[in-house]
């Protein structure tokens, strides 16, 4: 992809075209750290592997403190950190420390006294930030697994235009009766079906402004469902390499079986499944609408054109019902998304997508590129 179509990440504009912020709003950032006393003093850069947090240090604590502040007439640009949660959008601790070494409260002294929170993580925090948000008043935006790639394309483009693009999207797919998604894997041919039932379908644009409390995932770009349900089969990729066949009836993964891999991974899965059943319950059905590189991040790379991911698990924070307290441990209760791509999931080939809706069948991807009537959408 053409490195000319991005221009050079800018803090300031980032945040004026995502927040419009106010003049006088106070800004802070939270970052996760496996010892989140490491904050105290930036003792955590002294740790090379810590390359995300070393980016939220570099390019927007530095970027606040060396101007971005006055750029934008805001107030703060504090950091502080918490214990990372060690799963995909599991509710955040409540203690906290920051660059002093001070011990915190993130409830009592941070959310209640900042009007804008960045928080760039190991680990997602949109759905336990976004409960936040409702709380506390205060607007924020997600950005887990930030790498420079993401800076240099993800974060470096025109959110109005990301917004006005995945509109066009949205509605050419929203009010969907049902989706069809084709898989080939190992030789083998399997469909999931999930039934939107006519809802409206959502996005993720990356615009968070105005009085109303709410968190962006960034970078956005993406149309996205809560399916009613879903049967069906499709494969999953684990993060060992291993390959499975998820089987799914009203609405949640009932059984994986090995394709390919470690047996013990799927052992593992299948346990987890009998022990706690609403982890394998499907919360999310999502499509990226930008033109981006890849970046080896999910954060980025689901909202790429041509790619889809379903999730399973905690949906409270996109509209869906299934809340933490309905796990039968707390730790299990993440959002996953199981992201199909031509880099993330070579092995996976997605065959066709298609959408059911008011009696017609329209293809929406084939083969991880966009059909004919998403580019149509596009070009409207």
Do not use: W
């Amino acid at each position: 992809m053409d490195k000319q179509k991005f221009p050079p990440f800018n803090l300031a504009r980032l945040l004026r075209t995502v927040f419009a912020p106010k003049p006088g709003e106070r800004v802070a950032i939270l970052i996760d750290l496996p010892d989140p006393r490491q904050a105290g003093q930036f003792a955590f850069l002294k740790h090379d592997q810590l390359t995300i947090q070393r980016k939220a240090y570099e390019v927007f604590y530095q970027g606040f403190k060396q101007g971005g502040l006055a750029e934008l007439n805001l107030r703060g640009g504090d950091l502080f950190a918490y214990k990372t949660t060690g799963g995909s959008n599991l509710d955040l601790p409540d203690q906290a420390f920051d660059s002093s070494s001070k011990e915190l409260s993130l409830e009592k002294d941070v959310y209640p006294n900042y009007d804008i929170i960045l928080c760039i993580s190991t680990y997602s925090a949109t759905a336990p930030l976004t409960a936040f948000a409702k709380r506390f008043g205060f607007r924020g935006a997600t950005m887990h697994g930030l790498n420079d790639i993401i800076l240099r394309t993800g974060l470096a483009v025109d959110y109005d235009q990301v917004s006005r693009q995945a509109e066009k999207l949205r509605l050419g797919l929203t009010r969907a009766d049902s989706f069809e998604i084709d898989f080939e894997v190992v030789g083998g041919k399997h469909t999931l079906k999930l039934l939107c039932n006519g809802q409206e379908a959502q996005k993720s644009h990356g615009l968070c402004r105005g009085e109303k409390p709410d968190v962006a995932n960034l970078p956005a770009g993406e149309v996205y469902f809560v399916p009613d349900g879903a049967e069906g089969v499709f494969p999953m990729r684990y993060e060992d390499g291993t390959l499975g066949l998820m089987e799914v009836a009203h609405g949640r993964i009932r059984k994986a079986t090995l394709l390919q891999g470690e047996a013990g991974t799927v052992e593992a899965h299948n346990q987890k499944l009998k022990s706690d059943p609403v982890t394998g319950e499907i919360g999310e059905l999502g499509f990226g609408t930008q033109e981006l590189p890849p970046s080896g991040r999910d954060i980025q790379d689901e909202k790429i054109l041509g790619t889809l991911h379903v999730a399973t698990g905690r949906s409270d924070h996109l509209g869906g019902k299934l809340t933490p307290d309905k796990f039968a441990n707390r730790t299990n209760a993440t959002h996953d998304d199981i992201l199909f791509s031509p880099t993330k999931t070579p092995e996976i080939q997605v065959t066709q997508v298609r959408m059911y809706r008011n009696g017609h069948c329209e293809v929406v991807i084939e083969g991880y590129r966009p059909s004919v009537y998403l580019r149509q959408l596009l070009a409207g």
